[in-house]
C-alpha cells in the first residue's frame, strides 16, 4: 500500500506561484510513475504533470513553460512547481503514483487562481 498527502494548495493572484508537495509513505520500491492531476468544478479530472522514476517528464500543453514537476526519491516526494498561474488553473490537484500498474490517489488540495 501507497498513501499520499498533498500540500500547498490556496489562494493566489493570476501571474503567482505555488508549489504544490506530495508526501508518500508506505511500500515506495517499484514506483513507474508519479504525477499530478486536476479536477475543476463540472469537468473531467485531467492530467497536469507525470514524471516516470528515470526522471522523463511529460506535461499538459496548456502548462508547458509554467509548471514543472520533480521528485526526490530519498524523501519519497514529489513537486509541482507552478508558476504565472491562471484563472483557468484553479481545481484540486492530485497527486498520483503508479506502482506495479495500481494506482494511488492523495486527497487533493485547492488552487484557486483570482483574476
Known amino acids: 500500500q501507497v498513501q499520499l498527502v498533498e500540500s500547498g494548495g490556496g489562494l493566489v493572484q493570476a501571474g503567482g506561484s505555488l508549489r504544490l508537495s506530495c508526501a508518500a509513505s508506505g511500500s515506495m520500491f517499484s514506483i513507474n510513475t508519479g504525477g499530478w492531476y486536476r479536477q475543476a468544478a463540472g469537468k473531467h479530472r485531467e492530467m497536469v504533470a507525470s514524471?516516470?522514476?528515470?526522471?522523463?517528464?511529460n506535461y499538459l500543453d496548456s502548462v508547458k513553460g509554467r509548471f514543472t514537476i520533480s521528485r526526490d526519491i530519498a524523501k519519497n516526494m514529489v513537486y509541482l512547481q507552478m508558476n504565472s498561474l491562471k484563472p483557468e488553473d484553479t481545481a484540486i490537484y492530485y497527486c498520483?503514483?503508479?506502482?506495479?500498474?495500481?494506482?494511488?490517489w492523495g486527497k487533493g488540495t485547492l488552487v484557486s487562481v483570482s483574476s
Open positions: 498520483n503514483l503508479d506502482r506495479l500498474g495500481m494506482d494511488y
Open positions: 514524471i516516470r522514476w528515470d526522471g522523463t517528464t
